[in-house]
């Protein structure tokens, strides 16, 4: 097989787009969300709140629906998922909040504007997350408070069906021999970078903030059949939605690319594609038949401008 052109733009997709808004019912138990994390942040009555890198909207349209008393502005570099986050809040008549474009690097904001600045997965995929942090930081007003919920790669703690009685000693040596290059490739590539999550608080803290707590999200994935339970179902949803079928190979190309540029052969990236059994995940979903238990850890990095 040869190489095709690069590349797929992951965040203007339209299954990747399904997949985010899905998500945002699997992160989080909503009444930890309510009773911890706002709790918190303690953002003042009426605030003004930016949510960096906001994609379709997944935690600014969670906090408006929560806090309606709040302004909340949502920025992204793809102008796809912000109509599809600006749809979503007319169709739910949340009136306060609003999309548009910007990059992360250079915020379009004045200094000292906001009362909190939020950010959720997408420290993971700046070219630069030291500059972002900044940049959020000087738009934070003193006082002003910087959520993040960033993943590292942790790989392996997840259980399922359709893969746990097939891998073994060699095909985990494999998975992390790949695993390693892919996030290299992330890196050289000026996509991002897969450890950030549990670099956050100390990238805050040379900012200038003031890092008081860190946690981790809640939810822990648990389906199991017949599917009894709603939390269950939005997770069989979600990872139906992660595993359809690459039709024209575009997530193909782009492990692909990613692990080349990291030093990897063609070989390695096909490997690596393949290493989740998108198929089978699908068949056994659709038999009813699919068990899993796993988790997708974000770190939770609270931090104030003194
Ligand atoms: C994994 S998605 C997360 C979206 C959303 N925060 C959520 O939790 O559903 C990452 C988002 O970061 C955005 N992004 C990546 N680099 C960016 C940058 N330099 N400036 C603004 N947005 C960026 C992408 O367009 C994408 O929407």
């Known amino acids: ?25 699997t992160f989080w138990n909503f009444d930890y969300f309510e009773q911890i994390i706002l709790p918190l942040l303690d953002i003042p009555q009426s605030g003004r709140v930016l ?9 600014s349209l969670l906090l408006a629906d929560l806090r309606p008393d709040l302004s909340i502005l949502g920025v992204d570099f793809e102008p796809k ?20 474009q910007g990059d992360a690097h250079n915020l379009k904001y004045e200094d000292e504007s906001f009362d909190a600045v939020l950010c959720q997965t997408v420290l993971t995929h700046v070219r630069d997350a030291q500059t972002v942090i900044k940049e959020i930081t000087r738009v934070l007003k003193l006082g002003g408070v910087f959520f993040a919920a960033e993943y590292t790669d942790s790989a392996m703690s997840n259980y399922d069906n359709v893969h746990f009685d097939k891998r073994g000693e060699d095909w985990y040596r494999e998975y992390y021999r790949i695993n390693l290059l892919f996030m290299k490739g992330k890196k050289a590539l000026g996509r991002g970078d897969n450890t950030i999550g549990v670099r956050v608080p100390l990238l805050a803290t ?31 949803e979600l990872v139906k939605t992660a595993n359809i079928v690459d039709n024209d190979e575009k997530w193909l190309r782009l492990d692909i690319e990613t692990v080349m540029a990291g030093g990897g052969t063609e070989e390695d990236g096909c490997w690596f594609h ?33």
């Open 1 to 25: 097989m040869t190489q095709q052109t690069p590349t797929v733009n992951p965040w203007s997709d339209d299954d990747n787009s399904a997949f985010l808004r899905l998500r945002m019912k």
């Open 81 to 100: 998922p912000l109509e599809d986050a600006s749809a979503y809040a007319a169709r739910n008549g949340l009136k306060n909040l609003t999309f548009e």
């Open 51 to 59: 949510d960096v890198g906001c994609g379709n909207g997944g935690i």
């Open 206 to 236: 040379q900012a200038g903030l003031d890092v008081y707590d860190v946690r981790l999200n809640d939810r822990a994935m648990h389906v199991f059949p017949p599917y009894r339970h709603e939390k269950q179902r939005n997770y069989l």
């Open 274 to 306: 393949h290493a989740i059994d998108s198929a089978g995940i699908v068949k056994a979903i659709e038999e009813g038949t699919f068990t899993a238990t796993g988790s997708f850890p974000l770190y939770l990095t609270f931090a104030r401008k003194p």
